[in-house]
């Protein structure tokens, strides 16, 4: 809310319809403005001299996530089969699922190749998918080798209130073509 045209200093109160008053002084300039407020409408009396009320009506204010689950799952490689003896990337996307809409952070993590990812998202209840993340599974030397896997686990940290969701480790073993 941008509110112009009083005395310099002036005294007002803000009254939310319904909610709370706040007093306040406009600036030198006779200028007021205020952010995140909640949606509704608001009232401003002024205080020191003058009459009269305006009424304005603001943007809601940003709503609270809260991320009640986090799922993964492996999209690539899409193939059966692949070869062993070279680097494999596996790809990985995961779906949020909670209650709100705003940006949050997410941290997608590779224990075992140490990779991890740190972003932020928008979430959308009830759900939403998050960008992919690729590791790569080394290459085994010899097919008598144990097949290679890669294990993800996708994190949601404690963000103001709400409490931290992390999905399961979800590992990852390739199926080798045969000699490979």
């Known amino acids: 809310m941008a509110l112009t045209g009083f005395r310099p200093n002036q005294k007002i109160t803000i009254i939310r319809i319904g909610g709370r ?38 943007a809601p204010a940003p709503v609270s996530v809260n991320i009640t689950d986090a799922d993964v799952a ?17 790809t990985f996307v995961g779906t949020l699922t909670g209650t709100g809409t705003g940006d949050i952070k997410i941290a997608w993590v590779s224990p075992d190749t140490g990779k991890r990812s740190e972003r932020t998202m928008k979430f959308t209840e009830p759900s939403t998918k998050t960008a992919e993340f690729v590791v790569t599974a080394p290459a085994r030397s010899n097919p008598t080798e144990p097949r290679p896997t890669v294990k993800v686990q996708l994190l ?3 963000q103001g209130a709400e409490t931290g969701v992390s999905s399961a480790v979800l590992p990852v073993t390739l199926v080798c073509a045969s000699g490979t």
């Open 74 to 90: 492996a999209t690539k490689p899409d193939t059966p089969t692949v070869p062993c003896n070279q680097p494999t990337p596996v």
């Open 21 to 58: 008053s706040t007093n306040t002084t406009v600036d030198g300039q006779g200028k007021f403005s205020a952010r995140n407020l909640r949606d509704g409408t608001y009232n401003i009396k002024l205080l020191s001299g003058g009459h009269g009320s305006i009424s304005c009506k603001d």
């Open 156 to 158: 949601v940290p404690r």
